[in-house]
Nanobody, 124 residues
Framework: QVHLVQSGGGVVQPGGSLRLSCVAS????????MEWYRQASGGERELVAS???????WYAGSMKGRLAISRDNAKNTVYLQMNSLKPDDSAVYLC??????????????????WGQGTRVSVSS
């Protein structure tokens, strides 16, 4: 099992920056991809960035150029640097770990587990 704990977030003025962190513990070797999602009030959960085991990165078009995702494997931590924030970026941000768990008999089961979420508010 994988457990995720997030930190960072808060209130920032438009144009400001924030860095979110997500620390994984447990069966971290089973993680393939770390992801960051956001969910605005009344909205759907939206994938904004991901980073694969090899370091390959993906960004949502709506935030491309303003985000940087990185991972420190030694610390089992993934970061999301957010720059030039806009009021529309206000949301709860959640990290997720996607991977495969193998049973004792070798049967794989895909999983996606979530952090507790952290609120980002962009307001003047």
């Amino acid at each position: 099992q994988v457990h995720l704990v997030q930190s960072g977030g808060g209130v920032v003025q438009p144009g400001g920056s924030l860095r979110l962190s997500c620390v994984a513990s447990g069966s971290v070797h089973s993680i393939n991809t770390m992801e960051w999602y956001r969910q605005a009030s009344g909205g759907e959960r939206e994938l904004v960035a991901s980073i694969g085991r090899s370091g390959s990165e993906w960004y949502a078009g709506s935030m491309k150029g303003r985000l940087a995702i990185s991972r420190d494997n030694a610390k089992n931590t993934v970061y999301l640097q957010m720059n030039s924030l806009k009021p529309d970026d206000s949301a709860v941000y959640l990290c997720a770990a996607e991977g495969l768990h193998y049973s004792d008999s070798g049967v794989p089961t895909a999983y996606r587990l979530w952090g507790q979420g952290t609120r980002v508010s962009v307001s003047s």
